[in-house]
């Protein structure tokens, strides 16, 4: 599976931003497309994920009520709505996708692949 992100740039205090992340390669039908930030010094971050098929989605407490996570399947594409962004939500985000339970989709460790990262930065 590859993964391909896109979408982030400057964005001021209270405004949105919306990520991308294409996928390609395998069916991705059996996956999960998660969302994580990591900012300068700080260890990767859960921000969101999908289930690629059916229903289930999960957010970080950060993020609820500000973000929205949602898919196109017949794209292959998942996208990452953010609004009333801070900035503390100035980081790298990455996609990423795992195959495991809905209880893991926090872990950056379980992921089986990533996208190259996209920058995100929200000005005061």
């Known amino acids: 599976v590859q993964l391909q992100a896109s979408g982030g740039g400057l964005v001021q205090a209270g405004g949105s931003l919306r990520l991308s992340c294409a996928a390609s390669?395998?069916?991705?039908?059996?996956?999960?497309m998660g969302w994580f930030r990591q900012a300068p010094g700080k260890e990767r971050e859960f921000v969101a994920a999908i289930r690629w098929s059916g229903g289930g989605t999960r957010y970080a407490d950060s993020v609820k009520g500000r973000f929205t996570i949602s898919k196109d399947v017949a794209k292959n594409t998942g996208y990452l709505q953010m609004n009333s962004m801070k900035p503390e939500d100035t980081a790298v985000y990455y996609c990423?996708?795992?195959?495991?339970?809905?209880?893991?989709?926090?872990?950056?460790?379980?992921?089986?692949?990533w996208g190259q990262g996209t920058q995100v930065t929200v000005s005061s």
């Open positions: 390669g395998r069916t991705f039908s059996n996956y999960v």
């Open positions: 990423g996708a795992t195959t495991v339970v809905f209880s893991s989709w926090d872990d950056p460790e379980r992921y089986h692949y």
